[in-house]
């Protein structure tokens, strides 16, 4: 059992209450560690000391903090195993996604954000020799960063980077789930030498510690990374108070195979989009609509029972397994839910369809008790079952024909989300068809969940709006302020 503390201007302690969450493996259900039981005083504390720090912080040169923030990629690029893999303990997500692909590019973000503190600039407006006329991007002060468990790093990397290389501060709150790796890596910011204060990082829980935080005053902005429920309710409880708020939510995003496309190809992109992938499914773009067209779709369907035959569930630490647990007992019992909810609803199972580790590992097992699902689809012949409509955030796809580029389209886009989507086709002109009428904040042609900390990242409608990453995020970060200097 391991005892992780928060950070709160430059030191790691405990909560103020001295109470605990345990933090559970879940790919064997038992607890493993603990986290801080942050509340209300820790928010308090926390934002009082990341307001401290923000005058110097934005006070900077900004080569300097440029410096801090490349002084922050190295110590995290020389702890890359460690966070990988109290990360995939934590959340469950294989350690060959989290050390081979989240870490490096956590990295990546640090140096990207670090490069850019020193070329955040306004702009002259030239209206007449009698004034000059000028704009500043000053930061907001202090930012209030909410996150949620399946890839805590890297969503805490593009949000702090961001803010940082602003010029302000900020108090992230991690989610319950799985906070380990970012209170770790909060530990590690003393190497790093970064000023006390200018990062604090606390756990709780999000109607306590998240709530808080959300409400506190001294936040003078809010970037969120959850579901749309809980962005609802922050949206309602932050009503009194007139500050930006960023919110990056769920999908419901299709993955539409055209029989045009190079079929190997699309079968394996489709299906580590959806449902075979190392995190279970339990990711924000999954692209867990499947549309395919009529005349391969029986070909396409044998080809995904193919690749799911060899998904190999077991030990998330293990670079052997490709695909690991669901994250919580709660999360396990909403797949559930949706799995055995489907058929009445109208779908029909075409492959997996077993849930909880008691029903995919003997009884001598360890991992009997942890919280498992097999790589799942249903093949649908209309939209409007729940599991057409609900994010399900588990290993949980549906698949449909269609027979021309307009019915695609129409389908695609008969969702409230708009996060992702994916185009299978070696046609040059329906590939950019499908870019500009595919209503989604990100459409991959060819490839799917390619994302990149150079790339803006958001979704439309019920799936947010605003931008991690890329320029955008940074001047996201930043507030414009107009000065008209009289010279008559
Ligand atoms: P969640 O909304 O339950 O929780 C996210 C965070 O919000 C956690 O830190 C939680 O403690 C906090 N929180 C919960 N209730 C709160 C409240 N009332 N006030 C303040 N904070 C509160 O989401 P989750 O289950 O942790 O994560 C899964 C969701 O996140 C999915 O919907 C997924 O699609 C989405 N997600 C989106 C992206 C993206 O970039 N668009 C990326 C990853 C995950």
Redesign the pocket.
Known sequence: MRDFQQLIDGKTIAAMSGEWLDSIDPSTGEVWARIPRSNGADVDAAVDAAARAFPGWWALPTLQRGAHLRAVAEVMDQHTRELAELETRDNGRIVNETLLGDLPACVQMFFFFAGAADKIHGDTVQLSPASFNFTRREPFGVVGV??????PLS?MAAKVGAALAAGNTVVV?????AACSVLRWAELLADAGLPAGVVNVIA????E???A??RHPGIGRLT????????R??QS?GADRIRPLHV????KSPNVVFADADLDLAAAGVSTAAIFTGGAG?????GSRILIEDVVFDDVVDRLRGIAANVNLGDPQDPATTMGPI?SAE?LDRVRGFVAGAPSDGAELVLGGRVGGDALFPADSPFVGGYWVEPTLFRVTNQQARICRE?V?GPVAVCMPFSSDDEAVALANDTNYG?GAGVWTSNLKRAHRMVRDINAGSVWVNSYRRIHWALP???FGD??YGK?SGWESILENTRIKTSWIDLS
Request: aromatic share 8%; charged share 15%; proline share 2%.
């Open positions: 909410v996150i949620p468990w399946n890839a969503l709150k991690a989610a319950e789930q709780g829980l999000g109607e510690a998240g709530d935080l959300v969120f990374t959850g579901s749309s429920e809980t962005a309710i922050i409880r990056e939510l769920g999908g339990q990711t924000c773009v999954a994250v999360q994010e955030f996060l990242f958001g979704g799936s947010g991690d």
